[in-house]
């Protein structure tokens, strides 16, 4: 069974500063990972999604990178803005599939 | 724009009544999924739909039930049998590009 793990669970830092949130997954068996952001109260919305063939997305202050056979991805977010505070998820799709499995998240705090 | 639809953004269910849910989609997405969502875990998939008049169970069915007669719609009922519905669901579909979510509702019982 898929396991997604998320570290840190929660991160607080201040405006400005470049910082990296950590996805790991066990079955490296993978279609393909997305990253998603929960404002509180709200739906997800859809960051960047990784194709298992590739190495990393970039969506202007984003970058995620993807190794499959060690089962990792990490977000990283450059300059960090006080609108970047949200919740981060991960997700990864199976390859014989089309669930999603979510790790829990990382609550972000971005101070001014 | 496309997007997908949830509705109402707040419910609120008496003991031993029936909800229903709906989530509507005009991504042209054949499939379709429910999850839950509780403060301090992950989401949690109730059910999911890869095609029309076809479901399948996810981790959390039991007190749950859908129906998938049109692409472009996949309501959820959550019946009097979910001892503990209170939460925050959410509807998605996807193609080989990911996941669209809608904006949830949240469900309280009083």
């Known amino acids: 069974k898929q396991e997604v793990t998320q570290i840190p669970a929660a991160l607080s830092v201040p405006e400005g500063e470049n910082l990296v949130l950590n996805c790991s997954f066990t079955d490296s068996a993978i279609y393909n990972l997305q990253w998603f952001r929960q404002d509180p109260g709200k739906g997800l919305t859809s960051l960047l999604l990784i194709q298992s063939s590739q190495r990393e997305q970039t969506s202007g202050r984003l970058n995620a990178s993807l190794d499959k056979s060690s089962g990792r991805s990490t977000l990283y977010i450059a300059a960090s803005q006080p609108g970047d505070s949200a919740t981060y998820l991960c997700?990864?799709?199976?390859?014989?599939?089309?669930?999603?499995?979510f790790g829990e998240g990382t609550q972000l705090t971005v101070n001014p | 724009d496309g997007g997908i639809t949830q509705s109402p953004k707040y419910l609120f269910r008496k003991e031993g009544q029936n909800v229903t849910l709906s989530c509507e989609q005009n991504?042209?997405?054949?499939?379709m999924y429910w999850y839950r969502q509780d403060p301090g875990q992950g989401l949690r998939l109730i059910y999911y739909?890869?095609?029309?008049?076809?479901?399948q169970k996810g981790d959390i069915a039991e007190g749950y039930s859908v129906s998938r007669e049109k692409k472009e719609s996949f309501p959820l009922t959550v019946t009097s049998a979910q001892k503990n519905p209170t939460a925050f669901y959410l509807c998605?579909?996807?193609?080989?590009?990911?996941?669209?979510f809608g904006s949830g509702t949240r469900l309280t019982v009083v």
């Open positions: 997700a990864v799709r199976h390859e014989s599939g089309s669930r999603l499995t």
């Open positions: 998605a579909s996807s193609r080989a590009d990911g996941y669209t």
């Open positions: 739909s890869q095609i029309v008049n076809d479901f």
């Open positions: 991504l042209n997405h054949d499939a």
